[in-house]
């Protein structure tokens, strides 16, 4: 089963579907740098957790239910009429993972953290209030961040100032690598179109060890195969969130081509 878009699969970032994607993607990003970073480092897939106490059209955290009276004890008098209804918005508790890469040589000390972003991280909020905080202490420590942002929606998050980013040209999406080198004012960038595969990514390592080659189109195409995501997405709906119209008739086409193909071969 192939992708249908040539890079990134805009279908994919739908906030229904994104959270299934970010599970499989961190684990699958985990596994493909193993073999290139044997035998000296060890890629893991740490956690962290916050509640989010927001309301988000994605996630069903709120509970409405219609209060019963009380059975009425010795003459108290029960008023008729409407019962008040009652709402109860509860936190949620979010697990985000992200990968890790331990050096084995220091105790497993923690060289380069790789961040995959999700709306929660984006929008004000618990969850982005989480992940700046980890941006600050991974920045503070002497590990390198990588992190990637395949979401157009929501507003920037990483590291690197949007203004930097976006001076240099457009992009749909994003991935900016910060070394633990110097005054850490110094970032790479990729900057990365909807219509063209997604490229490459140098990962850095310690002691001056060659960079870690990081194929993120691979790794997306691992997830999009394991998911059945070709069968489950609404291909026959807009793109959620909205693309531009040029874009979308463009989907459009990619996505009449792959579905006629069947017929094709029969």
């Given at each position: ?13 739908d ?58 004890q ?35 000390k ?25 941006q ?9 961040l ?28 994003l ?33 001056g ?58």
């Amino acid at each position: 089963m192939s992708m249908i878009f040539p890079g990134m699969d805009p279908y994919l970032e739908d906030p229904a579907v994104w959270p299934g994607v970010h599970s499989r993607m961190v684990v699958y990003l985990a596994d493909y740098l193993q073999p290139r970073l044997q035998p000296r480092y060890i890629a893991a897939v740490e956690e962290r957790v916050f509640v989010e106490e927001t309301r988000r059209d994605m996630i069903p955290d709120v509970v409405l239910k219609r209060r019963r009276p009380g059975k009425p004890q010795g003459r108290v008098a029960v008023l008729e009429g409407n019962m008040p209804e009652v709402i109860r918005v509860s936190g949620l508790e979010i697990h985000e993972s992200y990968v890790t890469i331990l050096d084995r040589h220091s105790g497993q000390k923690i060289v380069t953290v790789i961040e995959l972003v999700s709306p929660t991280n984006k929008y004000a909020g618990a969850g982005r209030d989480s992940y700046v905080a980890k941006q600050r202490d991974v920045l503070g420590s002497e590990a390198h961040l990588v992190e990637i942002d395949l979401l157009r929606a929501g507003p920037h998050v990483l590291t690197i100032p949007e203004w930097a980013a976006r001076g240099r040209g457009p992009y749909d999406y994003l991935v900016c690598v910060n070394r633990a080198v110097g005054l850490r004012d110094e970032y790479e960038v990729y900057r990365q179109s909807l219509r063209v595969p997604l490229t490459s990514v140098r990962v850095p390592l310690a002691d001056g060890d060659p960079d870690a080659m990081l194929d993120i189109q691979a790794v997306l195409s691992q997830v999009y195969d394991a998911g059945f995501y070709r069968d489950l997405l609404a291909y026959d709906r807009p793109c959620v969130p909205p693309l531009p119209p040029a874009d979308q008739a463009w989907a459009d086409e990619r996505i009449r081509a792959a579905t006629a193909e069947p017929s094709q071969e029969s």
